[in-house]
Structures are given as C-alpha cells and as structure tokens.
C-alpha cells in the first residue's frame, strides 16, 4: 500500500479529476488527496450543457459528479476558483497562481481539460457572442434560447460538429432560428464521414435548421454592442442576435508544456503525452480525460478523447496507476449525443482515411439503425441510432478484430451477439 504520509494532488475539477479523487479513496488510498478547481462550482459533468440542461429538462444540481458534503467526508481537499500556475518537478510542487502558496506532492495528475477554440474574427467582442464549455456558460446560453424563441430570434452558430448541432436542436426546441456555418460538406464530416454526416443534415433541416457548408465567418456585425448580422467568405451576410463558436476545442496545455513534459504533435491533436498507464515523461506526473494523448494497441494509434466517457474512465485509470497497479488503459472510445427525437451512441475510432467501407444494419431513413466503419472487413467502429442496448455487442466486434461478413453484420435478423468470434 501506498505510504500514508504521502500527497497526491489532482489539477483540474472536471469529471475526469473528481472521479480520480473518489477511486483514490475507494483503493484504500489514506494519504492526502487535493483536488484543485479553477472553477467555483464543484465538479461537475458537461454533457448536460448542451442536453438537459440547457433544453430546461434537467435541474442545475443533477450534473455535478458529487453532492457539495462528499468531498470533506472523504477527506478531499478541494480547491475551488484556484489555478495552478506552475509545477516545480524537482521540487515536486505547484504554485497558486493566486497567492504564490506551494503545495508538496508525490504524485500529480493532470486532469486540465480543454478549451473551446475562438474565432479570430472581427466582432468577437460583442455581447451576444458565446462559447459552450463551462456551467456559466450553459447558464447564460440557456437564457439566450429562451429568449430568442420568445421573440423569433436568430442564432449563428459556427460549426457542425456535436456542441454545435446540439445547441442548434436545442434553440429550435425554443423556437429560434438557426443558421450553422461549416467549411467541410457536410456536419460532423471529419467524425462520420459524408455518408453519416448528410444524414444528421437531413435531420436538422427537417427541423428547420438552415446550413451553409463550405464557408467560414469572417466577421460579426454589431451596433451598440450588440450582433447584428455574420458575414462569410463567400460574400454571404447571415441575420443574428446571437453566435455561438463551435469550432472545437484545444488541450489545456500550457501547465504541463512549461514544465517541460512532453507534448503530443499537434498534427495528431496535440495533449500531454502518456504511456498505456497515463504517465507521462515525468513518473511522477500522469494525466487524464481531454487532455492527455494516450497510445491505444487495438487501434495501432496515439488517441486524444474529448469526450464523457474518456474523462468517467481515464480518471479512475489515472488514480489506480498513481497507486502502482500495472493496468494499460485501453477502453474502446465511446460517446452519445441526442437530438430532437434522434439518440445515438458512437463507439470505437474510424477517422476519415482510416476506413474502407461503412455497412448500415437498418433502416436510415426512418433513423432506426446502426452503422458500421470497416477497414478490410473488421469493424473500427460502429454507431447506433435509435436502437439500444447493443453497445456492449458493438465494442466486442471491435476488440475482436476479426473478419466479419458484411452481409450478415447488415442483416439485422443476424443477432450482433452471433457475429462476435
């Protein structure tokens, strides 16, 4: 057992860090655990921003990963509204970025996250311009909808990936009316691919929601401080009072690249470099969830996770391998999204150029169906639309890496179980 006089320290209050801290405890760990938040609310998960929460269907208190008194009952020290602007790694220390205080640790994660990425545009100023990444921002977003539904109000969003398409089922749900901006062809292009991405074009026009593909916003238009219009490259000038960037998020990096460790290629999404147990090239240093780059031996490749599942799953590996259990983390990557009457599940990793064929077991039109991502016929990955309770199937086609007939993975009167070797 890990000596009880030793410190653990935990940088970053999302779900990945929480979760870390409960496994530390629930490992028997009976050292010190201190979890740093930067933000003042206590940890909480984030797919409800952009889901229940925000549609109103969810109360604020259900998305934190713990209730308020869990923390002092199991002895974790936890931080809130506090940054960690440097980690001293022969001193095996960070500083408060708020008063300079130097906090000991033994082992430390990091469990910073990401961030959402800006429009460096004219016009980013403007008070209706908004980003979705933390509870405040969800809070105010919800409000925007709201009002915009009220009074027949227009939002641009800027991009087609999931935050942008679910914002956009859910101001539609509100009533307002949408525009999303995407430069590739189709949503979730570099996801699905453009077999799938039409798909959930057909779903949200069919909902009202307008497209412009192929085009990027050059410039928000205001008056008095408030967005009036968004221009494109192609000329084009689209009526808002609101925006929303969606273009993705960056890797919190910056703590972890001035001490020195090592990077991910940016090429390659870039984060903290790790091994199979997410160290990275400092021992005592690990990371977890959205920013570290792990390399994953089913896929034959270095993975970065930007979602749920990743940060539920890495934090708790993170905490055991702190504590000196030899576990490589490989979950099979896995996330969800639901829009308008549309629910899914996306598991496994199928990038564009990484797969040959996509094989649909179903009906697509009506949105009952799944589809899989094949290289050489063994499934990378496979997607469920309104048909449930087949993931555990679906991963266990992946992780066999077995030849499977396409014919029978399309016939859906084959059970999934029946073709798993």
């Known amino acids: 057992m890990v000596d009880a006089d030793q410190t653990f320290v935990i940088v970053g209050g999302g779900l990945a860090g929480a979760k870390a801290a409960e496994t530390l405890r629930a490992e028997g760990f009976n050292g010190r655990v201190i979890l740093i938040c930067d933000e003042r609310d206590h ?27 869990w923390y002092a009952r199991h002895d974790v020290e936890l931080h809130l509204g506090q940054t960690v602007d440097r980690i001293d790694r022969a001193a095996k220390t960070v500083r408060f970025g708020d008063d300079g205080t130097l906090v000991h640790y033994d082992k430390l994660l990091l469990a910073t996250g990401s961030e959402p990425r800006r429009l460096d545009i004219p016009g980013t100023d403007l008070a209706g311009v908004h980003h979705l990444r933390r509870l405040h921002h969800a809070e105010r977003l919800k409000g925007v909808l709201s009002s915009l539904g009220r009074d027949n109000g227009h939002i641009v969003i800027a991009g087609a990936g999931w935050i942008g398409l679910e914002v956009a089922a859910a101001a539609r749900e509100y009533g307002a009316e949408v525009t999303v901006v995407e430069s590739a062809p189709t949503p979730l292009h570099g996801v699905l691919g453009p077999e799938l991405g039409a798909l959930f074009a057909e779903l949200h026009r069919s909902h009202g929601v307008r497209f412009h593909f192929g085009a990027r916003l050059t410039e928000i238009v205001g008056q008095d401080g408030m967005v009036l219009a968004a221009r494109t490259d192609d000329g084009e000038e689209h009526p808002a009072h609101d925006v929303l960037a969606a273009i993705g998020a960056a890797p919190r990096t910056g703590l972890a690249e001035a001490a020195g460790l090592t990077l991910a290629d940016r090429a390659d999404g870039g984060g903290v470099l790790v091994d199979a147990r997410l160290r990275t090239s400092d021992p005592d240093i690990y990371a977890a969830g959205d920013v570290a780059a792990f390399p994953h031996a089913l896929f034959g490749a270095r993975l970065r996770v930007e979602h749920w599942a990743n940060a539920l799953n890495g934090g708790p590996a993170a905490a055991r391998a702190m504590l000196g259990q030899d576990t490589p983390y490989d979950r099979v990557p896995y996330f969800f999204s639901d829009q308008y009457d549309l629910g899914m599940e996306y598991s496994g990793w199928a990038p564009p150029g990484a797969y040959d064929q996509v094989v649909i077991r179903g009906d697509a039109a009506k949105r009952e169906f799944i589809a899989f991502w094949l290289k050489e016929g063994r499934v990378l990955a496979g997607m469920n639309v309104n048909v449930w309770d087949v993931t555990e199937h679906i991963q266990r086609l992946i992780r066999s890496g077995a030849p499977v007939s396409t014919d029978d993975l399309a016939d859906p009167h084959i059970p999934l179980e029946n073709l798993v070797p």
Request: glycine fraction near 8%.
């Open 43 to 69: 940890p909480y998960e984030r797919p409800p921003l952009s889901k229940g929460y925000l549609l109103g269907k969810a109360e604020r208190d259900t998305v934190f990963v713990h209730e308020p008194a």
